[in-house]
C-alpha cells in the first residue's frame, strides 16, 4: 500500500480527504444548528410550563427536564433511531411492508438532540425571566398592555439578553452530542473521520484534524456569542 503524507491524505488532491472531512463538519454544524432550533422551541414551552401557575404543568415539565438531564444523551438517540424504525416498522406492516425500516439519520439527530437540549435551554429561560424586573412588568400591565403584546415587547427582549451566556454553553453541549448521531450511520465529522482512518490506516492523523475543525467550530461560536452578549448589552449598566 502506498504511504502518503499527512498533509496530501488532509489536503484537497486526489488522495485528500480535505473536502470530505469539510462536508462532514458542515453537516455536524447543520444538524447541531436544527438541534439547537429545537430545543429552543422546546425549552420555551417548558420554562413557560415551569412559570405557570397550573400545578399539573409545572409537575410535568419538572419531570420532564429531571428526566431528560439524567438519562445518557446516546441512550436518547437509540430510543429516537430504534423506536422510531419499529414504529414505520409497524406502519409499514399494516400495508404489506417486510423487513427493517429505518428512520432518517439526520432528522432522528436533530430530534433528539432538540429533545435533549431543551430540557437545559428550559433551565436558562426560566432563570432569565426570574431576572426581569417585576416593576417593568407591572408597569406594563397597569397601563393595559395585552400578554402578547408585553412578551413581544418587554419579555422576549429581556429573557433572551440574560439567556445568551447559558445558551452559549447549551451550543457547547450540543456540538458535542453531535457526534453521538455517528452511531445512526450519518456521515458527519467525526463518523468521517472513523471512515477516513479505518481506510488509510492512520487513525491519529484523521482523529486530530477532526479535533482541531472541532475546537474552530467552538472557538468561533464562542466569539459569536460573545459578540452577540455585548450587542445586546449596549446602553445596560453593569453591576462592578
Not at 412559570?51 to 437509540?78: C, E, F, K, N, Q
Not at 423506536?83 to 430530534?111: C, R, W, Y
Not at 426570574?130 to 416593576?135: A, D, E
Amino acid at each position: 500500500m502506498q504511504q502518503f503524507s499527512t498533509f496530501e491524505l488532509l489536503g484537497f488532491g486526489p488522495n485528500g480527504w480535505g473536502f470530505a472531512l469539510l462536508r462532514a463538519a458542515g453537516m455536524t454544524l447543520a444538524v447541531a444548528i436544527c438541534g439547537f432550533l429545537a430545543g429552543a422551541v422546546i425549552g420555551t414551552l417548558v420554562a413557560w410550563a415551569k412559570l405557570s401557575h397550573s400545578r399539573i404543568a409545572r409537575v410535568i415539565a419538572d419531570t420532564y427536564t429531571t428526566v431528560l438531564r439524567g438519562v445518557p444523551d446516546l441512550l436518547i438517540i437509540y430510543l429516537f433511531y430504534f423506536g422510531g424504525s419499529a414504529a414505520l416498522g409497524a406502519i409499514g406492516a399494516l400495508f404489506g411492508a417486510t423487513g427493517f425500516i429505518g428512520v432518517p439519520a439526520f432528522a432522528t439527530g436533530a430530534l433528539a438532540i432538540g429533545v435533549v437540549s431543551g430540557a437545559y435551554q428550559a433551565e436558562v429561560y426560566r432563570g432569565s425571566y426570574q431576572m426581569l424586573s417585576r416593576g417593568e412588568l407591572e408597569a406594563a400591565r397597569s397601563v393595559g398592555m395585552h400578554r402578547w403584546l408585553m412578551f413581544r415587547r418587554i419579555v422576549a427582549p429581556q429573557v433572551l439578553r440574560y439567556a445568551i451566556p447559558g445558551l452559549g454553553n447549551v451550543w457547547q453541549l450540543i456540538l458535542k452530542e453531535s457526534a453521538l448521531i455517528s452511531v445512526t450511520g450519518l456521515v458527519e465529522l467525526l463518523r468521517q473521520s472513523q471512515i477516513a482512518a479505518g481506510s488509510t490506516r492512520r487513525p491519529f492523523d484523521f482523529y486530530l484534524a477532526a479535533a482541531a475543525l472541532y475546537l474552530v467550530i467552538t472557538w468561533v461560536s464562542t466569539l459569536l456569542f460573545r459578540r452577540a452578549e455585548e450587542h445586546s448589552m449596549r446602553g445596560i449598566r453593569r453591576p462592578v
